[in-house]
Each structure stands twice: as structure tokens, then as C-alpha cells.
């Protein structure tokens, strides 16, 4: 099946720097979703972006299909932004996660 | 937007009991669910498609007998635990398309089974 590789796997940030996260998969997908799960565990859903580009306040999203891989960007981190960041491609109707970035921001 | 609600958010079971988990798309139709079990600092693992108004389609290596899922009506899907035992521990989450493609996450149920 499709492999998916999130790196690096684990981040320390101070409040308020940048920081980029990738996702390499193996195969052409239909889509590809970033996530954010909480301390709490509720996964939510940051963007949706099977191509392209798109931007959410600090976030920010770039898939290139044709090089398989997505970047997320999180500018000037939040202590609220710690969490473990998932990105998961879908094919065929099925979704498959890397094994997620945790990042850890602190004050 | 889609909402997807997943019940219950923390359960405690004793083992050989069953525990049932919901999961309802509040604002949409939702033919399709699908079900993830994550253990801890671990990645999700999709375990089975749920399928309204036809029999739940597993992955490979995931006991269809432990795991009964039942797909009755376009807003409601049930993942049953049977006979749990403590390594049936875990969570679970729940998950269904939106119309634009995405997909939209339950909370999530975390099973301690004792």
C-alpha cells in the first residue's frame, strides 16, 4: 500500500518562531489532509489541499502532487499549537497517516 | 461546517463486556464512515468502511467478530466491542466524508477495558 512519511518526528519550538513540517507519500493520491490532535486527543481537520496552496491565519499548506509531498507552515508558534500534527493521503477511498510530528512549543 | 459526533468520549469497561461507540454526522448524509483505532503515540489505523445499508468492509488483520459495525441509517454508525479484553484499550475514531472531498473526525472514545 501507499506509504506516508512525516518528518522530522518530533519538534521543540520557542513561542513565536516559524516552523515547517513535511509529508512525503509513495503514490499518486486523490487527496491529502493535514491534522492537528490535541492533549485531549480530538483530531482537527487544518486543511484540506489535494494541490496547491492555501493559507489559514498562521497556517499554511502547499501540496505538490507531482513530487508527492505536502509542507505545512506554522508561523510565530502558539504554546497552543503543541500537539501531534498528522497528515493523511486518501486513495481509493481509503485514508492512510504518516506517523505524525510532534510538536512541543514552548513559552 | 460537516460535523461529525462521536459517543461516548471515555469509557471504562470490565472486560468480557461489550461497549458500543456512535458515531452520527450531524449536518450531512454520510453513506460512507470509516473507523480508526490509534494506539498510543501511535499513528492511526483505519480498521474497517462502514457502509449504510450494507456490511462493513474490514482491513486486513482487524477481527470482524471482535468489531461489529452497523451502518443503519445515512447519519449513524456503531462500532461494537465484543468481549472486550484490557488489549482492546485504545482510541477509537470515527471519520466521514464531506462533500468537498475532505474529511471530517469524530472526538474520539477512549476504551480502558479493566
Not at chain 1, 490532535?37 to 501540496?63: D, E, H, M, V
Not at chain 2, 462521536?6 to 461507540?21: A, F, L, W, Y
Not at chain 2, 457502509?51 to 471482535?66: H, I, L, M, W
Request: aromatic share 10%; proline share 4%; hydrophobic share 30%.
Amino acid at each position: 500500500g501507499i506509504q506516508v512519511e512525516q518528518s522530522p518526528p518530533d519538534l521543540i519550538l520557542q513561542e513565536g518562531a516559524n516552523s515547517t513540517l513535511r509529508c512525503n507519500f509513495s503514490d499518486s493520491v486523490n487527496n491529502l489532509q493535514w491534522f492537528h490532535q490535541n492533549p485531549w486527543g480530538q483530531l482537527i481537520n487544518l486543511f484540506y489541499i489535494p494541490s496547491g496552496t492555501k493559507q489559514n491565519g498562521r497556517l499554511s499548506a502547499t501540496t505538490v502532487a507531482t513530487e508527492r509531498y505536502s509542507l505545512l507552515y506554522i508561523s510565530s508558534s502558539q504554546t497552543t499549537d503543541s500537539g501531534v500534527y498528522f497528515c493523511a493521503v486518501i486513495n481509493a477511498g481509503k485514508s492512510t497517516f504518516g506517523d505524525g510530528t510532534t510538536l512541543t512549543v514552548k513559552p | 461546517g460537516a460535523v461529525v459526533s462521536q459517543h461516548p468520549s471515555r469509557v471504562i469497561c470490565k472486560s468480557g463486556t461489550s461497549v458500543k461507540i456512535e458515531c452520527r454526522s450531524l449536518d450531512f448524509q454520510a453513506t460512507t464512515m470509516f473507523w480508526y483505532r490509534q494506539f498510543p503515540k501511535k499513528s492511526l489505523m483505519l480498521m474497517a468502511t462502514s457502509n449504510e445499508g450494507s456490511k462493513a468492509t474490514y482491513e486486513q488483520g482487524v477481527e470482524k467478530d471482535k468489531f461489529l459495525i452497523n451502518h443503519a441509517s445515512l447519519t449513524l454508525s456503531t462500532l461494537t466491542v465484543t468481549s472486550a479484553h484490557p488489549e482492546d484499550s485504545s482510541f477509537y475514531i470515527c471519520s466521514a466524508r464531506q462533500q468537498g472531498g475532505g474529511y471530517t473526525f469524530g472526538s474520539g472514545t477512549r476504551l480502558t477495558v479493566v
